[in-house]
């Protein structure tokens, strides 16, 4: 019966899967637009099969046991009531699965614990396996490769063999683990500090923190409750919630959350919560629309909120929450810029493939330019020179044809230790670094147009230095590839920490943290949404290959991008209806949705969207 109990619970799930299929034919539609599906989002209301786990029997082995009841913790049973069958009356009340989540690549094993002395009264068995990943108490993920190892103790009862002492915590197989969880966005509002002023509606920008969340258990809910917790620890310096500390669900687990029939989501908060003002009700509001609709493939139409008698504090529609939306400071990018065979800044609108020279200094030719970047409501432009030194700003709205003299010059001998293509961010500050070996540096204009000030990045080690980098639209992040002291690149996210005034500011690059350790060297990268890049790099004795990663280092649920060769440079839009380009040995080549690759007839260089 051992040998059978896992095929048992996971024969029932094809066969459930199979009477949901015939039973959807009959109104299976015959026509309409065809769209692709993210298998992380479903409707809140979807029939899923279910997993449950297999109770323990009285003649198992410790290590039989043992391996029952880890795959009881696969289930999806709310509080793992039948895995806590597999422990003692004491160990199941001291037991948090909720403490962490550790994830092994193929799963973990279990057998008999060598070096032990000799146990009269109990049994050790170890649990080990490769690491892939950690999801701490917040639920936040992290690369964490390397041996996992941990001890099982077990004492013999009348019942049979029962686990009496074990750490917190779940240890899950990827498969498991991507059946159980997925990502959510959960949002916050940026501290912007001093520069909040410099846009308008500036203290209510979003920033998405992505949270792991049991998908199959109330995810409405469980989605909500990691939002009213607050941000998770890397995101925390630098963002708010509108959430007054002490906040919680009135009712707690008694409390079901669901959207209704018309889309609408009723939150109840306890007295904590409830007594905010109208204003911060609002936001607190937003928050949580946002967040839901992350996750819902259903459109939510409005959220409301009440206190714990139900009398109902604050309401927010879809049209008042477009207000709050995130990514609102990118300027939705109208048009693809690059630099053509004439090193002149060009670009292209909508699907065409023939650029169109920009006004202004920048389309002139007066200075050839090899990298370019566009402010993201396409006012200004800012290109460095093809020989890496001088960095030029100017507006994309005519002008002169002599550009004013540059804002910034590298006194770097080689042109490839010299400036950096440029970023902006949705603030309208520009950012560049400068890799002069004497003195490597993060820059920062003000406006694009003030005096260049160096920003510190502690993390940075003395022989590491900026490659490349791309900013947020919200100001808070900022991705950078980083040279190691091997020579090889990786891709690092940083919080930028904004203090003090704004005739006086402070401004850090603090915690950098890898997104993409699994790749060896990284060559580009580009932000592709609130919480996802676009990246180009290779694994260890792999090929090079374009995937997309989350901040937080986890794989996404895009659909795998198409092959390409030797790429050099990527640009995505914060739009994913928007086609993504790369610069490799063919010239600029775009991938717009539902399509391959195609190449530009202008053999240009250095693509990119606004930012």
């Known amino acids: 019966m051992t040998a059978d109990r896992r095929r048992w619970a996971t024969t029932v799930a094809p066969l459930a899967a199979c009477a949901l299929l015939l039973s959807g034919c009959a109104s299976m539609p015959s026509g ?20 449950f786990g297999v109770s323990p ?64 009264d109990g049994y050790t068995v170890e649990i080990a396996g490769t690491r892939t990943a950690l999801v701490n108490e917040w639920q936040s993920y992290g690369p964490a490769a390397g041996a996992y190892n941990a001890n099982v103790h077990l004492t013999k009862l009348k019942e049979g063999w029962r686990i009496d002492k074990l750490p917190d915590g779940l240890v899950l197989g990827e498969s498991d683990f991507e059946r159980i969880y997925r990502s959510v966005d959960v949002y916050y509002y940026a501290q912007l500090g001093p520069d909040a002023g410099s846009v308008s509606g500036g203290r209510d920008v979003l920033v998405a923190d992505p949270v792991y969340l049991r998908g199959r258990i109330d995810p409405v809910k ?75 493939s259903a459109k939510v139409s409005g959220v409301e909120l009440s206190g714990p008698d139900g009398e109902a504090r604050c309401d927010l529609s879809r049209e008042g929450a477009e207000s709050f939306e995130p990514g609102r400071l990118d300027g939705r990018a109208a048009e693809q810029y690059f630099v053509d065979s004439k090193h002149r800044v060009a670009s292209l609108t909508g699907v065409s493939e023939k650029g169109k020279v920009v006004e202004g200094p920048l389309g002139s030719g007066a200075v050839q330019l090899g990298s370019v970047a566009v402010s993201r409501d396409e006012r200004q432009g800012a290109a460095v020179s093809l020989d890496g030194r001088a960095l030029y700003t ?40 400068d890799r002069d070996p ?62 003090g005034s704004r005739e006086n500011p402070s401004v850090t690059v603090a915690a950098l943290r890898p997104v993409a350790p699994q790749l060896e060297d990284v060559v580009a990268a580009s932000w592709s949404g609130d919480s996802e890049l676009v990246v180009v790099g290779r694994e260890s004795q792999s090929v090079q290959q374009l995937q997309y990663v989350g901040t937080d280092g986890s794989t996404t649920n895009q659909p795998t991008l198409p092959g390409i060769n030797d790429v050099t440079g990527v640009a995505s839009a914060e739009d994913e ?19 391959n690759w195609r190449t530009l007839p202008d053999p240009g260089t250095s693509p990119v969207y606004p930012g």
């Not at 209806?577 to 399509?595: C, F, M, N, Q």
Request: hydrophobic letters at 35%; glycine letters at 10%; one cysteine or more.
């Open 32 to 51: 309409g637009k065809v769209n692709r599906v993210d298998s992380s989002q479903r409707a809140e209301g979807e029939s899923r099969v279910r997993v």
């Open 57 to 120: 029997q009285k003649d198992e082995t410790p290590q039989e046991i043992v391996r029952g009841f880890l795959e009881a913790t696969t289930s999806d049973e709310p509080r793992f009531s039948t895995a806590k069958e597999y422990l003692t009356e004491h160990a199941a009340k001291k037991w948090d699965p909720f403490a962490s989540t550790t994830v092994l690549t193929g799963g973990p094993s279990a057998h008999a614990a060598s070096g032990v002395a000799g146990e009269r």
């Open 222 to 296: 469980e989605t909500v409750q990691a939002l009213i917790e607050g941000p998770t620890v890397w995101l925390d310096p630098v963002v708010e919630s509108a959430f007054p500390e002490g906040t919680k669900l009135a009712g707690g687990s008694e409390q079901h959350l669901s959207l209704d029939d018309s889309g609408a989501l009723r939150v109840r908060l306890n007295a904590k919560g409830a007594g905010a003002d109208r204003e911060q009700c609002a936001r607190m509001a937003a928050q949580l629309f946002h967040s839901v609709q992350s996750q819902a």
């Open 394 to 433: 100017a507006s994309l709205a005519g002008g002169g044809a002599d550009p004013e003299p540059p804002v910034l010059l590298s006194a770097a001998k080689r042109e490839q230790d010299r400036l950096t293509a440029p970023s902006w961010d949705g603030l309208g500050d520009l950012w560049v670094a």
């Open 438 to 499: 004497e003195k490597p540096r993060l820059l920062r204009l003000r406006g694009g147009t003030e005096k260049p000030e160096e920003i510190e990045v502690p993390a940075l080690g003395k022989d590491e230095r900026i490659e490349s980098l791309r900013v947020s639209s919200d100001g808070v992040r900022v991705a950078m590839r980083v040279r190691e002291t091997d020579g090889r690149s990786s891709l690092q996210l940083g919080r930028v920490e904004r203090h």
């Open 577 to 595: 209806a928007k086609p993504l380009l790369a610069e490799s040995e063919y010239g600029i080549v775009r991938l717009p949705p539902d399509a």
